[in-house]
């Protein structure tokens, strides 16, 4: 008989056929162990979940309330002052004390950690980042084990290791109610609070534990190379072997099996016999060669298919029990290049064309990267890989066609689970490592802990196809060179640490394990940067690398104001979350006014909310004396952030055209609460105006018009496709405010290469009129172009228009149709004239109810007659939808 996970496995690639038995992991999550955490002084005593936190764990138990709610970031403060320590029951058995090795291994504790098993302490721990091993074998015994992991409070921690190690900033503005000294730590940089986040100075066993029983050797890691050569697909496959530290020799089979087209398995195979490190550490390669007919590149989303196929790897190793350690992975065959050369090439000898080009060449094409960039899904680490949040999240980044994440350097390295999805879903990431917005230390021993932290994550992430780019921190470079942190009377030090840590330290680590770019700073001038020392005179050049670009004082919804770059990878505003998303953290009617105790305490932006008011009274009128003033302040700055964000991303890609940019990243994709920030879908999941807008202003083909300050007007038609566009027509419509039928219209031919953007030779004639009474419409008639959506020139603020008046609306919804698992119903909307930003809801009750969404909104209605549709998983009845929408509109 077999005995628990034994298998027969025939080995691939060998004749070998055998009985062999994984290995013997024993789980110490909450499922398998029994968990309590108590404070410092014992008076708290409750029962915990690992993988966890504490203040899940004391909001399960109603010590503390929703984390979300009021001002309890900074009342339940007192937890992170705390010292936590979870205590964890266990059973082993008597043939998991048989095998010859028992390693103990924490995927994630956060941070400070001393731990005891059956009272003995067997090590310590101070990276959130860094997987942990211990050996056990001497200390556990059959039957029940206690394992005690202590945890400091990572507020003393910091503050300790400050006093002795120094290092700018002192604290974060005092407006963020945060803590000071993250830079300190190996932690999630933005548990301390940012600015546009509450401090929960988390504790933890985040991420998994286990015991691992074995007797010969285990495969920790895999990485992956793949490489087109000669109508060949060339797979190098490096499996990461993991022995006892007192064997250090592993005899073995290696063999990895892959499943590609046709559903054909090809395997190959080796024998191992190699000495380990002193760590029992040692790495074994094994390559493959695949024919390019039996492959399927995997390509960006909109470019492609996300063609995965499954990688299986098996180490079988002999002796008194023979025992199999396999590892699984999904993987992707593309090409990634980061192409920084000579600009003339592209640009020819202009303005534009000094300084080096910056874009991402994937499978031999290159390919303007439209995103935004990614904070952690959840404030609280352990939340962070909840499924439902991350698929919302990264399915709402696919519906806007956006290409690109950049996860950024002040979170977390995200779970397994979110880079596989980004792997199915064609989202390329921009992976900073985790250095934000801080001088950091660079003393040996914090080195040493990065290092092993830049080591396990590459290994573990580099395979995704998803992964595109490795940057070695947020913000730092500019940081130092502009004084941000009142370092300038010790520039010298700090640019030493900062070439110790991103270049010295960081860089031979990630160019030994992977072929993917590093950026040693986001934003940076790239190969430039480098060249004039690592901080660069003007990070923010215009003709070199990446670029931030935020203005909170000039019309953000007026495209002149913004300069070029090679690459966008931030630009934001701020808005308000809606209503309904507010009311989850608060149901208090006093904190729904501007001036409130409670709005004051959620805007983390110095004068965020008089930024906001001066933006939407360029273009918005708002009476102050208006009953619903609050309510229409929340709208109205949404509709501002959206104007400005299509603004801003439409000039980027018409930039491909003038200054050859080639990336468009927004800040920021997600919040992590209910408060002003620059998001586009709010802490919940509903999405704001501006991520609606994302699936227009980044469609894949678009006319987008640009407005000049002499009152001309280009179009540049964008392409972001294989084919060319070609014999198109662009009709330029004038309408008077006071009319769905045009006044004037007239047609332009119109083409553009694949890949590009153009601008068009056209010379707007009709431009005599009043522009206080008219705007244009631009629409794209085009062979083979399926869909493209209108584009609009509004030349005249909104509030100064004449001829705009309260519509009359009427909304009839059927259906459903479509088969489900998702049901469309179809919603008709019949107007009697121009409707600006008509945002549909449905209420309250209903939501309570039902998830259901419209899949698009904040519409420009131009026509008498529109159809969407109201998406749902349920089948609703359609009256019942349709009574339950409630909409909004601008109107002076
Ligand atoms: C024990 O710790 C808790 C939480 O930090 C605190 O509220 C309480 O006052 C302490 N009790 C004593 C007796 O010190
Ligand atoms: C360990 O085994 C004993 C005896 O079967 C049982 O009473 C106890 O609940 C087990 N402990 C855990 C943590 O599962
Ligand atoms: C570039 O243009 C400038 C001014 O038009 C000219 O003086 C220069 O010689 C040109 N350089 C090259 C390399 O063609
Ligand atoms: C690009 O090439 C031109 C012409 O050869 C040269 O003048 C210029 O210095 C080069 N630019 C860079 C950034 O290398
Ligand atoms: C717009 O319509 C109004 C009302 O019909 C009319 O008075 C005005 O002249 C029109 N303006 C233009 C530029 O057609
Ligand atoms: C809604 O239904 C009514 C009654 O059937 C019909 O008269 C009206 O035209 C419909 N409206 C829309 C917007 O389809």
């Known amino acids: 008989m077999l005995g628990k996970g034994c298998l027969v496995i025939v080995l691939v690639a060998s004749i070998i056929k055998n009985v062999f038995c994984t290995i013997d992991i024993l789980d110490l999550s909450s499922k398998n162990a029994v968990w309590t955490v108590t404070n410092k002084n014992g008076s708290l005593f409750l029962p915990a979940t690992v993988p966890g936190g504490i203040y899940s764990d004391l909001q399960n138990v109603g010590v503390i309330g929703d984390i979300f709610s009021g001002f309890n970031d900074v009342l339940t403060r007192w937890v992170a002052y705390d010292t936590w320590t979870y205590t ?18 924490f995927y994630g504790l956060d941070t400070v950690a001393f731990i005891d098993l059956n009272d003995s302490p067997i090590g310590s721990t101070n990276n959130m980042f860094v997987r942990y091993l211990f050996d056990a074998k001497n ?71 286990v015991l691992e029983f074995y007797n010969g050797a285990i495969i920790r890691s895999i990485t992956t190379f793949t490489e087109k050569q000669n ?119 202009t303005t534009a064309g000094q300084g080096l080009t910056f874009y991402f060449k994937i499978n031999g094409y290159p390919l303007f990267m439209k995103g935004s960039n990614w904070i952690p899904a959840h404030i609280l680490p352990e939340r962070g890989d909840d499924r439902s949040i991350v698929d919302g999240l990264l399915s709402a980044a696919r519906d806007a066609h956006m290409t690109m994440l950049r996860v950024w350097g002040g979170g977390v390295y995200e779970s397994d689970y979110f880079y596989q999805k980004c792997d199915e879903l064609g989202i390329l990431i921009w992976q900073d490592f985790l250095f934000a917005c801080s001088m950091y230390p660079a003393y040996t021993e ?40 009142n370092t300038i009377s010790q520039f010298d030090r700090y640019k030493e640490d900062y070439i110790k840590l991103y270049v010295d330290t960081i860089r031979p680590i990630v160019t030994n394990l992977d072929n993917k770019e590093y950026a040693v700073s986001s934003p940076s001038n790239g190969i430039k940067s480098e060249q004039e020392g690592y901080i660069a005179q003007n990070p923010y050049d215009p003709h070199f690398g990446d670029t931030h670009y935020y203005n909170y004082l000039a019309d953000n919804w007026d495209m002149n104001i913004y300069p070029q770059t090679r690459f966008a990878s931030e630009y934001g505003f701020q808005s308000l979350p809606s209503i309904a998303t507010m009311r989850t953290a608060t149901t208090n009617p006093e904190d729904f006014k501007i001036d409130s105790e409670y709005s004051k305490h959620r805007q983390h932006s110095p004068n965020g909310y008089s930024y906001i008011e001066e933006q939407m009274k360029e273009h918005l009128n708002l009476d102050p004396s208006d009953p619903k003033y609050y309510e229409k302040f929340v709208f109205y700055s949404q509709i501002s952030q959206a104007m400005a964000m299509k603004a801003e991303s439409e000039f980027y890609r018409q930039g491909q055209a003038d200054w050859y940019t080639m990336g468009a990243l ?23 105006l501006m991520h609606y807008y994302a699936k227009w202003f980044f469609a894949p083909v678009l006319v987008s018009p640009r407005l000049l300050l002499s009152g ?13 566009i070609v014999e198109a027509q662009i009709i330029v419509e004038v309408f008077n405010w006071s009319s769905l039928t045009p006044i004037r219209s007239q047609s332009y031919s119109a083409d553009v290469g694949s890949l590009t953007a153009k601008k068009q030779d056209i010379k707007l004639t009709m431009w005599n009129d009043n522009t206080g009474e008219t705007f244009l419409r631009f629409t794209l008639k085009a062979p083979g172009v399926v869909s493209s959506p209108y584009n609009y020139v509004f030349p005249k603020p909104f509030k100064t228009v004449t001829g705009l008046r309260e519509p009359r609306i009427q909304i009839n919804v059927s259906g459903p149709q ?14 009697d004239t121009v409707v600006l930003f008509l945002w549909l809801e449905t209420n309250k009750v209903f939501n309570e109810h039902h998830t259901g969404y419209f899949e698009d909104n904040g519409l420009i209605v131009t026509n008498p007659y529109i159809r969407i549709n109201f998406i749902s998983k349920e089948t609703l009845s359609p009256k019942d939808i349709e009574a339950a929408i409630t909409y909004q509109y601008y109107v002076n």
């Open 446 to 485: 914090f080195l040493n802990t990065v290092k092993t932290e830049i080591e396990q994550n590459v290994i573990r992430l580099q395979h995704h196809p998803s992964v595109a780019l490795w940057a070695g921190n947020n913000e730092n470079e500019v940081a130092l060179r502009g004084n941000w942190y």
């Open 139 to 209: 200390h556990l015994k059959v039957g029940e084990n206690v394992l005690k992991v202590a945890f400091a409070s990572p507020i003393d921690v910091a503050r300790t290791l400050s006093e002795k190690h120094f290092t700018a900033p002192k604290c974060v503005p005092q407006l963020y109610n945060g803590e000071c000294h993250a830079n300190q730590m190996r932690k999630m940089q933005a548990s301390f609070s940012w600015d546009w986040g509450p401090a929960f100075p988390s504790v933890g066993i985040w991420r998994p534990a």
């Open 712 to 724: 001309d007007v280009n179009v540049y038609l964008i392409n972001d496709r294989f084919v060319p």
């Open 231 to 349: 109508m060949k697909w060339h797979l190098k496959i490096k499996a990461y072997l993991e022995s006892d530290r007192t064997r250090k020799h592993i005899v073995g089979y290696l063999s990895a099996a892959i499943t590609v087209e046709g559903k054909q398995t090809i395997t190959v195979g080796k024998d191992v016999d190699v000495q380990t490190r002193d760590d029992g550490t040692v790495e074994v390669d094994i390559n493959m060669v695949l024919s390019e007919n039996v492959i399927r590149h995997w390509w960006p989303n909109g470019y492609g298919e996300q063609q995965l196929y499954d990688l299986k790897v098996f180490l079988s190793t002999k002796g008194n029990k023979d025992e199999v350690s396999e590892k699984h992975l999904k993987i992707g065959f593309r090409t990634i290049e980061v192409i920084q050369e000579n600009a003339t090439k592209v640009l020819g000898n």
């Open 88 to 105: 964890g029951k266990f059973n082993v058995t008597e043939a998991q004390m048989e095998a010859k090795t028992a390693h103990l291994v």
């Open 818 to 831: 479509g088969p489900g698992p998702k049901f469309y119903y179809p919603v008709d909307i019949k107007v």
């Open 666 to 688: 927004y800040w920021q994709l997600n919040d992590v609460w209910q408060a002003p920030t620059w998001s586009g879908i709010e802490h919940g999941g509903r999405w704001k």
